[in-house]
């Protein structure tokens, strides 16, 4: 019986990634285990968006020598955008890796990785291996080849997935669309993740059937940009907005959510369908990055600020009690104090919900990195990030304020902590997203609805009782 571990590290495709790799790994004969030492394959499914994820990911291979040495059968592997971005790199940095496998092969995974652990027994190293018995499979390059190529270099991978291969059995994603066309400047993701390739929505909606029957109540769609959804097929075009209405015409699915959404792209009939859909969730996540119009400008997001401002106002006038979150990016490069100063006045004037802040990582072969120069001191992305942070937390915390006294329905996730004295909490979300917190030891209520009238509120959770 061969063993397989697999670490995530990044956004919820990779997340996604992990279960499909999972159950692809589980129908080829191989068992799941949580011991990292104790598997035969180990597996890290890696994320090239900031450069702390990549040293993360080459400090656990560094540390993993000592395995190989103890286990010099087993199989050690980098997946994800890391591999596609790093390629021969990986083994250069550590050349006890096995297997480099991007995001568009994951298709080739179960099988490679049986090919390396029998070629390993054997000591019969041939066909596709490199040197020392690697494999490296990763899609073709953008900027070399025909554009029709590389779309077929990137195969998509959607397998039956397994309901142990999903944190909760009752919440599940599912792609809509694979890869990315907006190439902003700062960005890997188009690279490393290739063009955008919507599913046939027949594919999609016959997913979701499938994980319904499993227990799924709650199916997120997910794509990089998930509102650039388009599939034409016998001349009619379907969009997001026609998937979300046959998505909720699906008997058991309960709640529908979606991300992530580039602003251009929301358009009327998608902000109506989430209005007038009632298993469609009440939030939007819709990053920003900037809210000056001169970085967002070499950062090429392709619209102002005003833009934006325009955008959420339009949201709010059309979904009553809508929330939404965002995406921001301090100290991009040649940020002013000026400039910084036009995110905040963003944030304060959208009062997200949440806002998602990072520092700005530059990223290798990214338009930036060969346009601009990365000369913000760290000092300075780390004083605008708290800044930033500290503005959102107080909003956040106002917004969630104004639920105190009112009731909620949440869908109940699982825990939330021992509280001692066999006291525990559990938690779930509201249809605005909120995080809401509550005493209870009944974990028959897991992936149950269940209404709370809430009594107290911090800046990213709500705290509730249930109703008597």
């Known amino acids: 019986m061969q063993r397989f571990y697999i670490e995530t590290v990044g956004c919820q495709m990779n997340v996604l990634d992990s279960e499909l790799a999972y159950s692809?790994?589980?129908?080829?004969?191989?068992?799941?285990?949580?011991?990292?030492?104790?598997?035969?394959?180990?597996?890290?499914?890696?994320?090239?968006?900031?450069?702390?994820?990549?040293?993360?990911?080459?400090?656990?291979?560094?540390?993993?020598k000592y395995w190989k040495m103890l286990k010099p059968y087993g199989v050690l592997g980098v997946i994800g955008?890391?591999?596609?971005?790093?390629?021969?790199?990986?083994?250069?940095r550590a050349p006890h890796v096995d297997l480099v496998l991007g995001p568009g092969q994951l298709e080739l995974l179960p099988e490679t990785v049986h090919q390396l652990l029998d070629e390993k027994l054997q000591r019969n190293y041939s066909g596709q291996m490199?040197?020392?018995?690697?494999?490296?499979?990763?899609?073709?390059?953008?900027?070399?080849?025909?554009?029709?190529?590389?779309?077929?270099?990137?195969?998509?991978?959607?397998?039956?997935?397994?309901?142990?291969?999903?944190?909760?059995?009752?919440?599940?994603?599912?792609?809509?669309?694979?890869?990315?066309?907006?190439?902003?400047?700062?960005?890997?993701?188009?690279?490393?993740?290739?063009?955008?390739?919507?599913?046939?929505?027949?594919?999609?909606?016959?997913?979701?059937?499938?994980?319904?029957?499993?227990?799924?109540?709650?199916?997120?769609?997910?794509?990089?940009?998930?509102?650039?959804y388009r599939y034409r097929e016998n001349g009619k075009t379907t969009r997001l907005s026609d998937l979300l209405y046959h998505a909720s015409e699906i008997e058991g699915l309960k709640r529908i959510s979606f991300v992530t959404n580039y602003p251009r792209g929301m358009d009327d009939e998608l902000l109506q369908a989430v209005r007038d859909l009632p298993k469609v969730s009440k939030h939007l996540h819709i990053p920003a990055q900037s809210g000056s119009d001169s970085v967002l400008h070499r950062m090429k997001r392709n619209y102002t600020s005003a833009e934006y401002r325009e955008l959420v106002d339009r949201i709010h006038a059309t979904i009553p009690n809508?929330?939404?979150?965002?995406?921001?990016?301090?100290?991009?490069?040649?940020?002013?104090?000026?400039?910084?100063?036009?995110?905040?006045?963003?944030?304060?004037?959208?009062?997200?919900?949440?806002?998602?802040?990072?520092?700005?990582?530059?990223?290798?072969?990214?338009?930036?990195?060969?346009?601009?120069?990365?000369?913000?001191?760290?000092?300075?992305?780390?004083?605008?990030?708290?800044?930033?942070?500290?503005?959102?937390?107080?909003?956040?915390?106002?917004?969630?304020?104004?639920?105190?006294?009112?009731?909620?329905?949440?869908?109940?996730?699982?825990?939330?902590?021992?509280?001692?004295?066999?006291?525990?909490?559990?938690?779930g979300r509201t249809w605005c997203d909120r995080i809401v917190v509550f005493e209870s030891a009944d974990d028959r209520l897991v992936g149950q609805f269940l209404k709370l009238k809430i009594y107290d509120a911090a800046p990213f959770t709500l705290f509730g009782k249930t109703l008597n």
């Open 24 to 64: 692809g790994l589980v129908q080829s004969g191989l068992v799941p285990t949580t011991d990292r030492y104790n598997a035969d394959v180990i597996l890290f499914n890696t994320c090239s968006v900031r450069q702390h994820a990549e040293d993360k990911i080459y400090s656990a291979l560094g540390r993993l």
């Open 322 to 427: 809508v929330s939404m979150t965002c995406d921001l990016i301090v100290g991009f490069c040649g940020e002013t104090d000026e400039e910084f100063r036009k995110t905040v006045e963003l944030v304060e004037y959208c009062r997200f919900k949440n806002s998602f802040i990072f520092k700005y990582s530059e990223r290798p072969n990214t338009k930036s990195a060969e346009l601009y120069p990365d000369n913000i001191p760290e000092s300075v992305k780390k004083t605008r990030n708290n800044l930033l942070l500290e503005i959102q937390d107080k909003i956040s915390l106002e917004r969630n304020h104004l639920f105190i006294g009112k009731t909620v329905e949440i869908l109940v996730e699982g825990m939330s902590k021992q509280l001692g004295d066999k006291r525990v909490q559990l938690s």
């Open 130 to 228: 490199l040197e020392s018995g690697r494999k490296l499979l990763v899609s073709l390059k953008r900027l070399e080849h025909r554009h029709s190529e590389v779309v077929d270099s990137f195969r998509l991978f959607d397998p039956v997935r397994h309901s142990e291969s999903r944190t909760n059995r009752f919440q599940a994603m599912v792609r809509v669309m694979f890869g990315c066309d907006k190439f902003c400047t700062y960005c890997i993701v188009p690279s490393v993740r290739g063009p955008e390739q919507s599913r046939p929505p027949r594919e999609i909606l016959d997913e979701i059937r499938g994980l319904v029957s499993q227990g799924v109540v709650d199916a997120t769609l997910i794509g990089q940009t998930v509102n650039s």
């Open 81 to 92: 955008c890391m591999a596609q971005k790093d390629q021969q790199t990986i083994f250069q």
